[in-house]
């Protein structure tokens, strides 16, 4: 019997599935649709998601884009991903060996080709000239989901030229734009002359129940009565990171301990500098959980911190995971003052938002943010009520709402 359920499928250019897309597959399936999501290789065999098609599975000529992706994945896993040197490397790619819009386009054509849905789904810019001839090509509605600003992130002048060039191509041709936050929104809609582009948060799937424990304090043998702000995800440059560790050298409350929950390039660097700077009893290391595991142990701490610059346009608009982490987990929240996080943090009474461009700086944030029990209890007690309110179950309304004017 022909299968009557609606189709999409999903493209994107990362190797790890980002969980927005996992979540957005996971809500389209319980509203009756089928989903497949088509990613690049993985360097090595792991355990996979069903929905998860990778390209290159079937053997096919050797394209110079392969070449490259091949060359790519092998100085990968010998070079730093976010270093000097990587960063340099694929500068010099992207101008003189592979062209951005075409790039992906050959890469992804054969695997996506066999596929005829009723939506394709282009997630960031990389997939929107593949996923656009593609859905052209078989009649399907184009949806492109923009997880961030990306022709604002720290390219060259010249990427960002051609990025923002290859977007302002395609995205007349979507049916449905949607974007992670509503600064990101308006400067899509202002810059490419589209209208109603539509906001799904990157929420987290909100705990039935509270999840509060003391687990952090065990693992470190902390006393109960000292307070941990924490920081996840990613030790990656250009996160403040160096900044965030060397202030707690400055914070004068001697209750406040740091813990950093990650893996990453950072990682060592961040370690020694604990080291030098002897912050032992006040910084301490936890490396990464599985996403399943990470709310358990997010919501063991006392407080979440987010120090992140704005050393582009797109990190200024940034809303990161780890905001609606800490919102899920019900942790109150101190961050550098950006927009998207200010409009979040302080439109729901849920922490503290400042400067953070300096060591010092960044201390007298963390020490006005324990200063007052009172404005802390009332952080808290907003959380739970944000919890409710900023979470993927409300997010899914919308996503299953837009996706059912496509049918």
Same mark, same amino acid.
């Given at each position: 019997?022909?299968?009557?359920?609606?189709?999409?499928?999903?493209?994107?250019?990362?190797?790890?599935?980002?969980?927005? @897309?996992?979540?957005?597959?996971?809500? /389209? *399936? #319980?509203?009756? =649709?089928?989903?497949?999501?088509?990613? $690049?290789?993985?360097?090595?065999?792991?355990?996979?998601?069903?929905?998860?098609?990778?390209?290159?599975?079937?053997?096919?000529? @050797?394209?110079?884009?392969?070449?490259? /992706? *091949? #060359?790519?994945? =092998?100085?990968?896993?010998?070079?730093? $991903?976010?270093?000097?040197?990587?960063?340099?490397?694929?500068?010099?790619?992207?101008?003189?060996?592979?062209?951005?819009?075409?790039?992906?386009?050959?890469?992804?054509?054969?695997? #996506?080709?066999?596929?005829?849905?009723?939506?394709?789904?282009?997630?960031d810019l990389p997939m929107l000239p593949v996923a656009g001839r593609l859905a052209k090509e078989c009649g399907a509605k184009l949806v492109y989901d923009s997880h961030e600003l990306y022709s604002e992130q720290e390219f060259s002048e010249r990427e960002k030229r051609r990025w923002s060039e290859i977007e302002a191509k395609y995205i007349g041709?979507?049916?449905?734009?949607?974007?992670?936050?509503?600064?990101?929104?308006?400067?899509?809609?202002?810059?490419?002359?589209?209208?109603?582009?539509?906001?799904?948060?990157?929420?987290?799937?909100?705990?039935?129940?509270?999840?509060?424990?003391?687990?952090?304090?065990?693992?470190?043998?902390?006393?109960?009565?000292?307070?941990?702000?924490?920081?996840?995800?990613?030790?990656?440059?250009?996160?403040?990171?160096?900044?965030?560790?060397?202030?707690?050298?400055?914070?004068?409350?001697?209750?406040?301990?740091?813990?950093?929950?990650?893996?990453?390039?950072?990682?060592?660097?961040?370690?020694?500098?604990?080291?030098?700077?002897?912050?032992?009893?006040?910084?301490?290391?936890?490396?990464?959980?599985?996403?399943?595991?990470?709310?358990?142990?997010?919501?063991?701490?006392?407080?979440?911190?987010?120090?992140?610059?704005?050393?582009?346009?797109?990190?200024?608009?940034?809303?990161?995971?780890?905001?609606?982490?800490?919102?899920?987990?019900?942790?109150?929240?101190?961050?550098?003052?950006l927009p998207e996080v200010r409009r979040l943090v302080e439109g729901l009474q849920i922490g503290l938002v400042g400067d953070t461009g300096s060591p010092q700086k960044l201390a007298a944030l963390v020490d006005d943010f324990f200063s007052d029990e009172h404005r802390f209890a009332t952080w808290k007690a907003q959380v739970k009520v944000a919890?409710?309110?900023?979470?993927?179950?409300?997010?899914?309304?919308?996503?299953?709402?837009?996706?059912?004017?496509?049918?």
């Amino acid at each position: 019997m022909k299968n009557l359920k609606p189709s999409v499928v999903m493209l994107t250019p990362d190797r790890q599935i980002d969980r927005r @897309i996992l979540l957005s597959a996971d809500s /389209l *399936e #319980a509203a009756g =649709w089928e989903v497949t999501i088509i990613a $690049m290789p993985l360097d090595e065999q792991a355990t996979d998601d069903r929905r998860v098609v990778r390209i290159g599975s079937k053997a096919g000529p @050797i394209s110079r884009e392969n070449r490259v /992706l *091949e #060359a790519y994945r =092998w100085i990968r896993g010998h070079l730093p $991903m976010n270093g000097r040197l990587m960063r340099w490397m694929k500068r010099l790619t992207w101008r003189y060996l592979v062209d951005q819009e075409s790039f992906y386009s050959k890469l992804f054509y054969s695997t #996506a080709s066999q596929y005829a849905p009723r939506v394709f789904v282009a997630n960031d810019l990389p997939m929107l000239p593949v996923a656009g001839r593609l859905a052209k090509e078989c009649g399907a509605k184009l949806v492109y989901d923009s997880h961030e600003l990306y022709s604002e992130q720290e390219f060259s002048e010249r990427e960002k030229r051609r990025w923002s060039e290859i977007e302002a191509k395609y995205i007349g041709a979507c049916d449905v734009v949607i974007t992670v936050n509503q600064s990101i929104a308006t400067e899509l809609e202002q810059r490419y002359g589209v209208s109603g582009v539509r906001v799904i948060y990157n929420a987290e799937r909100t705990p039935q129940a509270s999840i509060m424990t003391r687990r952090l304090h065990e693992i470190f043998g902390l006393p109960l009565d000292k307070k941990i702000l924490l920081l996840q995800g990613g030790l990656s440059a250009g996160r403040n990171l160096e900044v965030l560790v060397d202030a707690m050298r400055y914070v004068q409350n001697t209750s406040v301990v740091l813990v950093v929950l990650g893996d990453g390039l950072l990682l060592c660097s961040l370690q020694k500098l604990a080291r030098q700077q002897e912050l032992k009893g006040r910084v301490y290391f936890h490396a990464a959980v599985p996403q399943n595991e990470l709310l358990a142990l997010t919501a063991a701490a006392d407080a979440g911190v987010i120090p992140y610059q704005a050393t582009c346009l797109n990190n200024h608009y940034c809303t990161p995971n780890k905001l609606f982490e800490f919102i899920a987990a019900g942790l109150p929240i101190l961050a550098t003052d950006l927009p998207e996080v200010r409009r979040l943090v302080e439109g729901l009474q849920i922490g503290l938002v400042g400067d953070t461009g300096s060591p010092q700086k960044l201390a007298a944030l963390v020490d006005d943010f324990f200063s007052d029990e009172h404005r802390f209890a009332t952080w808290k007690a907003q959380v739970k009520v944000a919890r409710e309110l900023i979470c993927w179950e409300q997010e899914e309304n919308k996503l299953v709402e837009i996706y059912g004017t496509l049918q």
